[in-house]
């Protein structure tokens, strides 16, 4: 579905960077010069030890932080002008919910800001199906962690989006819990076709989920491996025990070891990056 020129209501955007760089005030270079292309309707994993930049890159590509250098298109656009057009979310890392409003209100107001009619039904589908029933009405600081987590993903799915960006969006969430999103939610998100983004500290959900998995070096993140992920979708819920997802696992494993021992200024920090070990459980 080629997507580049395409304008409000059309299909999912094709997002390229190019040659993006981001140094923060402070002198801290989170980005050096990065080109990577994202297909349109491609769910693409972002992996990489913490502090690479993955947040950065993805609030780039929301429009929420400039780059220093070089561009970020969206089907074309501008981030900011794609965003204006309600046709991106962003679910961050640290779920940021007015505290004032209901888990309901806090969904919907991300239809308001899109200019979309409040649609209440789907609004209550989708506190359902993250599993929030019966704290439609609850405020955030009644919620824990993942709830709050769970709330934000909800708040990013409801306005439809073209340009999914998930900046790991189960990290707070509970095992079991986690089972279910990551059954439940991808249908939404593939249901009528949306590039998404999703960076994850976890390498079987990159690869229960994603199409593609980009494996980051230590900040400034380089692109150190471009994994393509052949298993068909959708999913079955029993796919991490093949032996095909046990040998992508160990290329994201591997690919992370090499980027990490590639590191000659000794910036990669072993606690930092992701655990191996873990990420060899079933997701
Ligand atoms: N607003 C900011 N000002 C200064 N430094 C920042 C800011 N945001 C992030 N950083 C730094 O940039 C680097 C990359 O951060 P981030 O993109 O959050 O990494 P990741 O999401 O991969 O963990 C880190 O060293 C972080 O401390
Ligand atoms: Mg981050």
Redesign the pocket.
Do not use: N
């Given at each position: 579905m080629a997507a580049d020129d395409a304008g409000p209501g059309a299909g999912p955007p094709r997002v390229e960077v190019v040659a993006a760089a981001?140094t923060?005030?402070?002198g801290?270079?989170?980005?050096s010069p990065l080109d990577a292309v994202f297909e349109a309707g491609r769910t693409t994993a972002l992996v990489?030890?913490?502090?690479?930049?993955?947040?950065?890159?993805?609030?780039m590509i929301a429009g929420l932080?400039q780059p220093s250098g070089g561009t970020v298109t969206i089907g074309g656009a501008a981030p900011a002008t794609v965003a204006a057009r309600g046709e991106l979310s962003i679910a961050l890392?640290d779920p940021s919910l007015l505290p004032w409003r209901t888990v309901r209100k806090n969904i919907a107001l991300a239809l308001s800001l899109a200019r979309a009619p409040i649609d209440k039904a789907k609004v209550d589908q989708l506190v359902d199906l993250v599993g929030l029933a019966g704290f439609g009405d609850a405020r955030p600081a009644a919620l824990s962690g993942g709830m709050r987590q769970r709330a934000a993903i909800a708040r990013a799915l409801v306005t439809r989006p073209r340009l999914l960006l998930l900046?790991?969006p189960f990290g707070a969430v509970d095992e079991l819990t986690r089972q279910d999103l990551v059954e439940e939610l991808p249908p939404l998100w593939r249901e009528r076709g949306t590039t998404t983004l999703l960076?994850t500290h976890s390498i079987s959900e990159a690869v229960r989920l994603a199409d593609r998995i980009l494996v980051?070096s230590p900040?400034p993140?380089r692109i150190v491996a471009d994994i393509a992920v052949d298993l068909s979708q959708p999913r079955p819920h029993d796919v991490a025990r093949s032996d095909a997802f046990r040998a992508l696992v160990d290329d994201v494993t591997a690919a992370l070891e090499r980027s990490r021992q590639t590191t000659a200024s000794g910036r990669a920090n072993r606690d930092d990056a992701p655990d191996a070990a873990s990420s060899s459980t079933p997701v």
């Open positions: 981001k923060y005030p402070d801290t270079e989170a980005l990489g030890p913490s502090g690479c930049g993955k947040s950065t890159l993805l609030r932080e890392q900046d790991e960076v980051l900040r993140a």
